[in-house]
């Protein structure tokens, strides 16, 4: 039976190691579980995302729903399809177009206690309300001295899709992440975005959430408890998706994807990647970077974001204040082109990381000896 | 009407008309002419200019007789009914707003005017919370002037949208500030020391020394700590106002701007949506004529904000904002009406800053001081109250002398103890970024107080660890 998971699972694209007959005989917990164990269930993250928001909506009453086409167009992207008929007007808000507006009293209800979930539709927009989402919710709690907290979530799709030109196109994960009082989680897979939407809902403190939109179709396997609906990941915890001993890979959201496709390429070149999901881009898990740092002694790190100021600059920063001295070689920063994001397809993928990138950075991490500029 | 009409040929007439754009409000039917002219119509009629005109109109009768029965056109949003002339709306009326006021320049009622009934001991409530308040602001803008606090927001000439709108409300309805609200704070029951607390940022603040003076904010007297960013609280209070009308509660939402502050994006997505989601929430702007250096003639051109609550859907008032008794009577009944019916209300308050803006501002720079000097005291807004509450014989000079020597005494205590406490300590500086610590500023802070120890020299000794 585990063969034909292993097959299943392989089919769709992931290279994921089960580990052996084990799973069989043990009832996977989160914490321990590292790979897609008794996957029985396969999830869109579509799907992840619609169940986590039911089930929180469901269990606590002062948690809603509000955003431009949430409600009768079942949602943009469908994410929030079936809620308006579940839970009615009050809990799933369609709003007029007015970011700064609607964030604003997304807020607002926060202060006076209920819980909002808002969503952007895509976090470009998100540039128009962000004088709420930092001033009004990320440094409330703190200029208030703890008389206010926010416990909201605002949540949309981040990064490049398809052809969508450079005002739809441009990660926040580092604008987001540089910001004290905020949270900032990205999930990959169906597990990172049911768990994680669900422990930010839960949060007491504001959450930036940051999907994606081209993973919203894909499908993942699911274990039984990650179906269950007291499900909860940790924020501020990276996962290892996959073990390695040569090279560390970090990314998030759709690049984790990239890089264990690249890690699969660089095996066969006997070059063994460990591949870091960072799941949680503040506060970033820099006990797990570290420590597989000092295994590994290289790193590279992935983003889709602008190099300057991104999260690879953060983690590249982390690794040398910490471990510095476990280092074999430069880290190597693989993100997007600084330019605006092109429209034109052959332009578009040039300028978005992709897993060739990612296996060359690896590749100069471990020998060194290929000079830059002809790896290049 | 012979006129230049002839000299443009409007059959295939690529030649713009330009006629002259008065407001054109509604003409009769004679008058169509004009309006054509405005409009080349090169595919009717022989190109001859005389003929032309009277014939469009000839079939234009007909076509009036037919269409009379069904005047009407459905469109989203429901039916509207048609004209066949093209009316501007005028960008502003003949008269502007009226302005709902109950007392006179010298406190007396006007003639003919309605207000809610005061009683003694509310009206002199109202009156010693105003003094309190225009006493605790020259006393605290001097000691910012002595270098004792490092800023100040003054609110003089504000007193009566300060006090009477807080007297109207109960303890139950949320209040949303801009900043130059402390009135409300006043007399919900913020003491002296608490106000001083804060603008010394010592360890006895509210705030733990987090923000600039000011910005006062207290859970239990349910007011909004004040935040710098302008209009930025609109949108919180519809946001606050329909958590409450979730919650079924008896109250409302407060919230208050200024003129400057109707500018703002915020402000327009506030009204929008407290209408489209009936909150209870009652806008009440202060408008006093300037915003920094901005007259309202820079700000709008619209008839002050009151004008824009019809535009959003919004129920909305003009008033005196130096007459006490009309901003009371305003406030309660919009707390009415924003609680039964469940609707938003516009409240603009005309009033005048008769300090600066802030104690980094000096506004004799771009108004004329003697302008400051009437307001502050002919147009003063306590003085006027005082008037009306003297008359009633429930004031006098004995109890004015008192009021203001005590209050005063009270006031300069509290700065003195302010002065004295402790700031806030080290800990302080890493709490409640988030609800839990983070380990990251855990060790940021340990790592701080290692610093401070070993080199103690470099830390300023006022700083308690």
Same mark, same amino acid.
């Given at each position: ?120 539709? $895509? ?12 001033? &009004? ?31 739809? &196109? ?7 992440? &540089? ?68 090279? $560390? ?51 590279? $790190? ?20 910490? &471990? ?53 | ?465």
């Amino acid at each position: 039976m585990l063969g034909i998971v292993r097959r299943k699972v392989c089919a769709k694209g992931l290279p994921v190691t089960v580990p052996g007959e084990t799973l069989r005989f043990f009832r996977p917990v989160v914490h321990a579980l590292r790979n897609y164990s008794s996957a029985a269930k396969e999830l869109t993250v579509r799907e992840a995302l619609n169940s986590a928001l039911d089930e929180e909506m469901s269990a606590d009453p002062k948690v809603f729903l509000m955003g431009e086409e949430v409600g009768e167009y079942q949602g943009a992207y469908k994410i929030s399809k079936g809620l308006l008929d579940k839970y009615g007007p009050d809990r799933v808000l369609d709003t007029p177009i007015t970011e700064a507006g609607f964030t604003g009293i997304g807020v607002g209800a926060a202060y006076y206690g209920l819980k909002p979930v808002v969503e952007f539709m $895509t976090f470009n927009f998100s540039m128009q309300a962000i004088d709420h989402i930092i001033n &009004s919710a990320a440094k409330s709690n703190y200029m208030s001295a703890g008389q206010i907290n926010v416990p909201i979530v605002f949540r949309g799709p981040n990064g490049a899709a398809a052809g969508v030109g450079a005002q739809h &196109s441009q990660c926040y994960a580092a604008w987001y992440a &540089s910001c004290p009082g905020l949270k900032v989680l990205s999930p990959y897979s169906s597990e990172d975005a049911r768990g994680l939407l669900k422990a930010a809902i839960r949060d007491p403190d504001p959450v930036v959430f940051l999907e994606n939109e081209l993973l919203y179709g894909e499908s993942f396997p699911v274990s039984a408890e990650a179906l269950d609906s007291s499900f909860c990941l940790p924020i501020g915890k990276a996962k290892i998706e996959r073990e390695g001993k040569d090279v $560390t890979i970090t990314a998030f959201s759709k690049m984790v994807g990239h890089a264990l496709k690249a890690a699969d390429i660089l095996a066969k070149d006997g070059i063994s990647a460990e591949v870091i999901n960072l799941r949680s881009i503040r506060p970033l898990d820099r006990a797990t970077i570290n420590a597989s740092v000092r295994k590994t002694n290289r790193l590279v $790190t992935v983003e889709e974001g602008f190099p300057q100021h991104g999260v690879g600059a953060e983690i590249c920063t982390s690794v040398v204040e910490e &471990s510095f001295g476990y280092l074999d070689a430069p880290v190597e920063r693989i993100a997007g082109a600084d330019v605006p994001m092109p429209y034109a397809a052959n332009l578009e993928r040039m300028a978005v990381p992709q897993v060739e990138d990612i296996v060359r950075a690896a590749k100069r991490a471990c020998y060194r000896s290929v000079p830059l500029a002809a790896a290049a | 009407m012979a006129m230049s009409w002839n000299s443009r040929r409007v059959i295939g007439a690529v030649k713009r008309v330009t006629p002259q754009w008065k407001s054109i409000v509604a003409r009769k039917q004679g008058d169509l002419l004009p309006t054509l002219r405005l409009f080349p119509f090169p595919f009717i009629g022989d190109g001859s200019d005389g003929v032309f005109p009277r014939r469009f109109q000839s079939t234009e009768a007909e076509k009036m007789l037919e269409l009379s029965a069904d005047r009407s056109l459905e469109f989203p949003g429901g039916k509207v009914t048609f004209v066949s002339s093209m009316n501007f709306l005028a960008e502003a009326s003949a008269e502007r707003v009226h302005c709902y006021r109950t007392l006179d320049e010298s406190g007396q009622p006007l003639m003919s005017s309605k207000f809610l009934e005061v009683s003694e001991e509310v009206a002199v409530r109202m009156y010693t919370a105003m003094v309190t308040l225009s006493q605790m602001d020259s006393i605290f803008y001097e000691a910012q002037r002595q270098g004792r606090i490092s800023f100040y927001v003054t609110s003089i000439g504000e007193e009566a949208i300060n006090i009477a709108s807080a007297a109207a409300l109960t303890d139950d309805d949320l209040i949303v500030p801009q900043y130059r609200e402390p009135g409300v704070l006043l007399w919900r029951g913020f003491s002296l020391q608490e106000f001083a607390n804060q603008c010394f940022s010592n360890k006895a603040d509210y705030g733990k020394g987090r923000q600039m003076p000011v910005h006062y904010g207290s859970n239990k007297l349910n007011y909004f700590t004040v935040a710098s960013t302008i209009a930025s609280q609109l949108p919180h209070a519809v946001g606050a106002a329909y958590s409450l009308k979730m919650d079924k509660r008896d109250a409302c939402v407060v919230t208050y701007f200024g003129d400057g502050g109707s500018s703002e994006g915020d402000f327009h997505a506030a009204l929008n949506f407290a209408a489209v989601m009936d909150a209870p929430v009652i806008f009440i702007c202060r408008n006093n004529g300037w915003a920094i250096s901005t007259p309202t003639s820079d700000q709008f051109r619209s008839d002050g904000v009151v004008v824009r609550g019809q535009a959003y859907g919004v129920r909305s008032i003009r008033v005196d904002g130096n007459d006490a008794l009309a901003v009371y009577s305003a406030v309660q009944s919009a707390r009415e009406m924003a609680i039964s019916e469940q609707r938003p209300i516009l409240i603009e308050a005309l009033t005048y800053r008769a300090g600066h803006h802030t104690t980094s501002d000096d506004s004799t720079k771009y108004r004329p001081a003697d302008e400051i000097q009437l307001w502050r005291t002919s147009g003063d807004p306590v003085t006027r109250f005082r008037k009306w509450i003297e008359c009633n014989g429930w004031w006098n000079n004995a109890a004015e002398n008192e009021l203001r020597s005590n209050t005063r005494q009270q006031i300069l205590n509290a700065i003195q103890v302010a002065e004295k406490v402790e700031k806030p300590p080290v800990a302080d500086l890493f709490t409640d970024v988030y609800d839990v610590p983070p380990p990251n500023l855990q060790e940021q802070e340990r790592l701080l107080r290692e610093t401070i120890l070993r080199h103690p020299a470099d830390y300023p000794e006022n700083v308690p660890f």
